[in-house]
């Protein structure tokens, strides 16, 4: 299970019990610290499309209107595809300006314009280097959290029967694009469930039962927590998972042709 947010809950769980870290993602993918990110309210663009040799974006706002920025889904939309247009390589690295129009300078920094003005956006969306350095630390503890915890219970991604992930953005997230970025282990599509804003579902529950409260105070003892920061391996998985999608790519068979 998987609560993605500024700070993000991961569990796993099998038969023998629960093991679970908290991961200091940041806020990137709340439309925070990017430089046309915003909440996902109306105006901002949920999906997004880059045409291969990057003369178009198709896009998708939430209501319909004029696009104003960049929710949460879409930034993963827009990192995944500049990715597999090969605009940023595996460090995240702008590509050369050549490659495409929509690749700018902007005050001396490397953009990636998604849509202009002229386009009809109420201001120029674009994607900055910092953006993309912002999504790598984000994604890359994530993809640390759940990979420190399968490795203690040797676990590897073919092992795993279900993903739930959980969280405000949480209904509309590619998970091709998630896993292309490698914010996520490389998991079966299918296997992975969306399941919206579960703690506030929680917590209305446990307001409202004393037996489901009694469950919960059982689970959490039960629940072995991993401190991330304290694991030998966790400076060295860290910077690993800075990379697009992981600099090992054995770990993503699914994907690692594109590389």
């Known amino acids: 299970v998987l609560d993605i947010g500024t700070n993000t809950e991961v569990i796993m769980g099998d038969r023998n019990g629960l093991t679970a870290c908290s991961c200091a993602a940041g806020p990137a993918f709340e439309g925070a610290h990017i430089k046309c990110g915003m909440k996902a309210v109306t105006g901002a663009i949920e999906k997004l499309q880059i045409e291969p040799e990057g003369q178009s974006v198709n896009y998708q706002t939430i209501g319909g209107v004029k696009p104003a920025g960049l929710c949460g889904s879409a930034i993963i ?34 953009v990636f314009v998604l849509v202009s003005k002229e386009e009809g956006a109420t201001r120029d969306i ?43 953005f949480g209904n509309y997230v590619n998970p091709l694009n998630a896993k292309l970025i490698g914010m996520l282990p490389d998991i079966p599509t299918e296997l992975i469930h969306f399941v919206g804003n579960a703690a506030g579902v929680g917590a209305r529950m446990l307001l409202i039962s004393k037996k489901l409260r009694d469950v919960a105070v059982s689970l959490s003892r039960k629940t072995d927590y991993v401190e991330l920061a304290s694991e030998q391996d966790f400076r060295t998985e860290f910077a690993s998972a800075m990379y697009f999608p992981h600099r090992d790519l054995t770990r993503f068979q699914s994907i690692k042709s594109l590389f």
Do not use: W
């Not at 939309?77 to 700018?104: E, M, Q, V, W, Y």
């Open 126 to 168: 674009v994607v900055t280097q910092k953006d993309v350095r912002e999504v790598q630390l984000a994604k890359a503890a994530i993809y640390t959290g759940c990979h420190i915890l399968m490795k203690r219970k040797s676990i590897k991604p073919s092992d795993v029967k279900r993903l739930y992930i959980a969280g405000a």
């Open 77 to 110: 939309d827009t990192i995944a595809n500049l990715l597999k247009c090969r605009f940023i390589d595996k460090a995240g690295k702008f590509a050369d300006s050549s490659l495409s129009p929509k690749l700018k300078k902007l005050n001396r920094e490397k």
